[in-house]
């Protein structure tokens, strides 16, 4: 273990760097006080958890792993290569490495809640909820795992205990305004009519960096499939549309519009979630700021439009369905997801559900569609992606406007 204090601050610099995302100085650092002490378990310990985060997960591995043979009473890292395991898919590992992290630590919350993780993924939720209940009860206001457990609440029909744990986390919180967001989603009728920004930022920031990794365990296609629905139009196989990606996220879009963008645009509310998109190398701009204002900043300046599981977070959609028409050329095309309210009560046109998102009837999308501008649209009904085993019923639309 490093004893001398010069070499103990040089650790924690590289921790300091570490933490704050400079992970290719942090990787550096480590290296080399690695080559000095070879048998520091903490140096290899971080230096496999940098792996991973930098995608070397089978360096990670075999790097955790070795310090646990030094230090096997080392806790975090069994929690960490937990993780790695989840990451690679290897289910029975990340679950044995989690339950030795708590073994060790019954207190280690972060390890519930990815033994919570992994129940959900095996659609099991009520040995979710088991996890979850003792991750609360190790850490107070462990936001990840309040959310989860009034997830799986929602989801077992347990709606009083999802609408406790998410006003207690936001008495715990009162800041936050994902759990203000969700409050209201559990109000009954007096909801409002959009998710609040600040609900949305702060939701996607958390989510960027395991975002991707999170919609491929969903089976989340909704990108694929709104590309299917524009595949026959000629406008999208001319390789010379002007394409906006609205709401555009990590940019699981974007490599399927830019086969057919001559100039591929994206906008999103999440800084993080735009790294993410710049990572990709697909965008030809990307911009900060809030869909509805950015089309309407922006009049005839798109031939395609697409809005994928991003009109899930508005509840009235006549004012960016205006903005998107007005971003249009002549002729341009609207292609969104939204998940569909298939029972919805008489002259109900959306619902805000307890799970935050809003869902929205067939005919109130072909009229709000037709009140701004749009006289030819499709609709179709759609799986967008699994969630705790159930699909998520929803609805590709491509409207067109009027034109060549």
């Known amino acids: 273990m490093l004893t001398e204090p010069v070499t103990a601050a040089r650790l924690a610099e590289a921790m300091r760097n570490h933490q704050a995302g400079q992970l290719a100085e942090a990787e550096d650092q480590y290296r080399a006080l690695l080559a000095e002490f070879p048998d520091d378990a903490n140096v290899v310990h971080f230096l496999g958890v940098i792996r991973f985060q930098t995608g070397g997960s089978e360096e990670a591995v075999t790097l955790v792993k070795r310090s646990l043979e030094m230090d096997p009473d080392n806790a975090h890292a069994w929690n960490n290569l937990g993780n790695i395991y989840m990451h690679l898919q290897r289910g029975e590992e990340a679950e044995q490495a989690y339950r030795r992290a708590i073994a060790l630590e019954p207190a280690a919350a972060p390890a519930w809640a990815n ?21 609360t009860r190790a850490r107070r206001g462990f936001t990840d795992a309040l959310q989860a457990l009034a997830f799986v609440y929602y989801r077992l029909g347990w709606e009083q205990q999802s609408r406790e744990v998410y006003q207690q986390w936001l008495e715990e919180d009162p800041e ?45 296609c909704a990108p694929q499939l709104a590309a299917a629905s524009l595949i026959h139009h000629p406008l999208y196989q001319s390789g010379r549309a002007a394409v906006l990606d609205a709401g555009c996220g990590t940019g699981w879009c974007g490599p399927l519009l830019k086969s057919t963008a001559e100039h591929l645009v994206g906008v999103d509310l999440s800084p993080n979630m735009l790294e993410q998109a710049r990572a990709r190398g697909v965008y030809d701009e990307l911009h900060e700021g809030e869909l509805t204002a950015f089309m309407s900043s922006r009049p005839a300046s798109f031939d395609i439009i697409v809005a994928t599981d991003v009109l899930i977070y508005f509840g009235r959609l006549q004012e960016a369905f205006a903005a998107a028409q007005g971003a249009l050329r002549s002729g341009g095309l609207f292609c969104f997801s939204v998940e569909a309210l298939v029972q919805p009560a008489p002259a109900q046109d959306y619902r805000l559900h307890m799970h935050g998102r809003y869902s929205h009837s067939r005919a109130y999308l072909e009229r709000a569609l037709a009140e701004a501008g749009f006289p030819r649209v499709q ?7 699994q969630e705790l085993g159930a699909p998520v019923q929803g609805y590709v639309a491509v409207a067109r406007l009027c034109g060549a």
Do not use: C
């Open 115 to 135: 033994l919570a993780q992994l129940a959900i993924r095996r659609s099991d939720p009520w040995q979710a909820l088991t996890f979850l209940r003792e991750a």
């Open 176 to 220: 936050n305004p994902i759990p203000r967001h969700m409050v209201a989603a559990n109000s009954g009728p007096a909801t409002p009519s959009r998710a609040n920004e600040g609900y949305i930022v702060k939701t996607f920031d958390e989510f960027a960096g395991h975002f991707d990794e999170k919609l491929k365990s969903l089976g989340y």
């Open 379 to 385: 609709i179709d009904s759609v799986v967008l992606r």
